[in-house]
């Protein structure tokens, strides 16, 4: 994410109203930037390419999984968390983050449990200043819930920490499974919520490179916010990966600090934890690849690739990591992963290329039947992943395996799609638009490999191939 959460919460609700048409270009036009890298010298906008294509993943997501959106009163009350929260299943942990999933978890709680009454005069205050379209006033009543919410949250977590059953308690009225650690990040971003918004006010909305001065600002910045207020260092550092358009360029900081690469002195200093939170959010980034390709609808999976790769080399580059270290172990456990994971979709693309454009009797054809159009687009999604996964292939130690099946689908498909073209010129009317939708599967798959050029001249000859011949005169 990056820019302050206003911003971030209008570009969702931006998202949200787009038509699927609109969000499909829109998708399209920049994973072609991030993959062309735009982004890293300095063409990308205020709020950059990947942060837009990283909410248009979640939005996607949350819309597949059905999830619930909360009400306007809670949306404001949690505004302040909005910084710490990251899409992600529960029980991961994340330092300093929670998942946005347990927010309504989170609400129940304090207007169940901790301010019932209060709770619901700030809801009806709040809802009847929307409906007057009085912002402001809805902003001031939350401002002041939440100050209150803060008191009630930090005595319930310290009696809780004084007794097991009350601790017991809190974790069953919460209900997720990091109940107390989400109960405490909510409580530090209402205690330091406007120390917090001066701090991210002074950061730029987006920083391309965390390097040289930007780098020491930033430092700066930092110190000088924890001076004022002790409990900000993990919440402001958390900001300021907001603002990275290369979140794993936070570990600079820690080796800026240290005044070294080697890892043992990073964490030795405070700044250790970027580390930890930069491993977390890479566990993160694989776990949402596995899931956008096993869903075969994956969104932009080229751009969350590429950066998925650059976190792993900035890991391995910046920082001097014994493989014997628990971060050099965790990072050579995370490449593993990425590699199984990619070798395992990578093995299965001819397969499927092979299964919707083989050659069938028309016997096996039903009458004016087509392929499922989900399948050709998930498989041509993957066709275009192999084509991302050659870009980062030597990092990511898949050089032999990428170039063997990119060659062997430039072999199928340059042969194949000649038998294509013939069975369509063929074929009778009720086999017509099979083979019709064959050669157009081919079509999309050869402007993946071969680029778009070859895509138009195959859909040429398709055309050309459905064309009656002119009847011949004779004198």
């Known amino acids: 994410m990056a820019g302050d959460g206003t911003s971030v919460e209008r570009l969702r609700q931006y998202l949200r109203e787009l038509k699927p048409a609109a ?35 979640a939005l996607l997501r949350e819309q597949r999984e059905g999830a619930q959106r909360i009400g306007s009163a809670a949306r404001l009350f949690v505004a302040p968390v909005e910084p710490f929260l990251v899409d992600d299943v529960a029980d991961h942990k994340h330092p300093g983050r929670i998942a946005r999933c347990v927010l309504d978890q989170l609400w129940t709680w304090v207007k169940r449990d901790l301010l019932l009454d209060d709770a619901k005069s700030y809801t009806d205050a709040v809802n009847e200043a929307l409906l007057a379209d009085n912002t402001p006033k809805a902003e001031q009543q939350a401002r002041s819930f939440q100050d209150r919410a803060a008191c009630a949250i930090e005595a ?5 920490n004084d007794d097991e059953n009350l601790r017991r308690r809190l974790n069953v009225q919460i209900g997720t499974p990091r109940a107390a650690d989400d109960a ?7 205690k330091s919520r406007d120390t917090l918004a001066t701090f991210a006010a002074h950061l730029p909305l987006h920083i391309v490179n965390l390097a040289d001065q930007r780098l020491d600002q930033a430092k700066v910045l930092i110190e000088s916010t924890v001076a004022f207020d002790g409990e900000t260092f993990l919440p402001a550092l958390l900001i300021v990966m907001n603002r990275l358009a290369a979140p794993w360029q936070l570990i600079r900081l820690g080796v800026r600090a240290a005044g070294t690469d080697i890892a043992a002195r990073v964490a030795d200093t405070p700044y250790g934890v970027t580390v930890n939170i930069v491993l977390a959010e890479l566990e993160r980034l694989i776990r949402e690849l596995r899931n956008d390709l ?33 971060w050099g172990r965790a990072l050579a456990a995370q490449r593993a992963q990425i590699s199984e994971l990619l070798k395992s979709e ?11 454009l083989r050659g069938r009797p028309a016997s096996d054809i039903r009458a004016n039947s087509t392929l499922d159009a989900d399948d050709v687009a998930e498989t041509e999604a993957l066709v275009e992943f192999i084509g991302s996964c050659r870009n980062f292939a030597g990092e990511l130690a898949l050089n032999e395996i990428t170039q063997r099946t990119f060659s062997e689908l430039q072999q199928y ?4 799609t000649r038998l294509l073209i013939d069975g ?16 157009d599967a081919a079509r999309r798959f050869c402007a993946k490999i071969f680029g778009a050029e070859y895509g138009a001249m195959l859909s040429k000859a398709a055309a050309v191939a459905v064309t009656p011949a002119p009847a011949r005169k004779y004198a």
């Open 346 to 356: 990578i093995e299965s693309v001819p397969g499927r290329v092979r299964r919707l």
């Open 156 to 160: 319930a977590i310290a009696a809780a």
């Open 424 to 439: 369509l010129r063929q074929a009778a009317p009720a086999e017509r638009s099979f083979r019709q939708s064959q050669v």
């Open 23 to 57: 969000r499909s270009i829109l998708i399209g036009e920049l994973e072609r930037s991030v993959l062309r890298g735009d982004e890293a010298t300095g063409a990308s906008p205020v709020l950059g390419a990947s942060l837009v294509l990283q909410e248009l993943r």
């Open 413 to 416: 498909l340059d042969n194949g």
């Open 184 to 190: 405490g990040i909510l409580l530090r971003a209402l």
């Open 294 to 326: 096993r869903s075969g609808r994956g969104v932009a999976v080229g751009a969350l690739l590429k950066t998925i790769h650059d976190a792993a080399r900035g890991l391995r580059t910046e920082l001097e990591l014994p493989v014997d270290s628990s």
